[in-house]
């Protein structure tokens, strides 16, 4: 029997992605993404307050690389990806993170302070931005 790890979250990005380069020139991108639940009041008038949760987010390669140049803190976007735990010792101490590797990122809103420098053509690399005006079909 087959099993899924699959993850999809809608967040706000809290810090501009770090990026670093690895010894064969493979990106990596990493940044943390803020998901929230609303407060609310139960039926019994129990109020139950704004929870936040922060995920650590990973992108390789081009993906990375796009990071790089787009995403910017205070964004809201789209992450779809899977579930990946890294385990370490350090000082001999075990340690571990899960992270969630990213495979698809679109931008969903995009505040005034967080634009980039260029706006991107679109979320797949091969967008037709290069075709002239008077030739598109609408």
Do not use: C
Not at 11 to 36: C, H, K, M, S, W
Not at 52 to 80: F, N, P, S, T
Not at 85 to 100: L, S, V
Request: aromatic share 8%.
């Amino acid at each position: 029997m087959s099993s899924v790890n699959k993850v999809i979250l809608i967040g706000n990005i809290g810090a501009d992605p770090e990026v670093r380069y690895l010894d064969r020139g493979a990106a990596i991108a990493t940044f943390n993404l803020a998901t929230t639940e609303r407060a609310y009041v139960m039926q019994n008038g129990t109020e139950v307050p704004e929870r936040v949760e922060w995920h650590a987010i990973v992108l390789w390669r081009q993906l990375a690389e796009w990071a790089e140049k787009y995403l910017r803190k205070g964004m809201k976007i789209y992450v779809e990806g899977k579930l990946q735990t890294r385990r370490w010792e350090a000082d001999g101490i075990i340690r571990q993170k899960t992270e969630i590797v990213g495979e698809n990122v679109q931008i969903l809103y995009r505040p005034d302070e967080a634009k980039p420098k260029e706006q991107p053509a679109a979320s797949d690399a091969s967008s037709s931005a290069s075709a002239p005006a008077d030739i598109m079909p609408f």
